[in-house]
């Protein structure tokens, strides 16, 4: 998506006609900060079917905090870039904070911990 986000830029002028060119300069943040985005989504998940509580609360924190901390800051004078600039960064420490937290412990045991969970459940 982000190739293609990049590449289909000047497309956007044709298709939507020259009322939208002031949208062009939020793409690159936004197509970018769709990585880390999905990086801490998938680790969030993990974190969540391991019961790690430090790990899942620390993830959306990292993320709502420093989003909204930058977005109050560049808002005012960037506007939607700036907000847009805060996804990204928000979302790269947040996807930095799930690999210091989840990505570094290996997957077997939580895996083996749910699939013991199901077994034991009362049918």
Request: glycine share 8%; net charge positive; no cysteine.
């Amino acid at each position: 998506a982000f190739a293609i986000g990049l590449i289909g830029r000047p497309l956007i002028s044709w298709v939507f006609g020259a009322r939208y060119d002031g949208t062009l300069e939020l793409l690159p943040p936004l197509l970018a900060g769709a990585i880390p985005a999905a990086v801490a989504t998938v680790l969030l998940g993990l974190a969540r079917a391991r019961d790690d509580a430090r790990a899942a609360v620390a993830i959306p924190l990292v993320l709502a905090s420093t989003t909204i901390g930058l977005a109050l800051g560049w808002v005012p004078d960037e506007g939607a870039s700036g907000a847009a600039w805060a996804w990204l960064f928000g979302n790269s420490a947040a996807a930095l904070v799930a690999v210091v937290l989840v990505a570094r412990r290996p997957a077997v045991a939580a895996i083996t911990r749910v699939h013991d969970r199901a077994s034991a459940a009362p049918r």
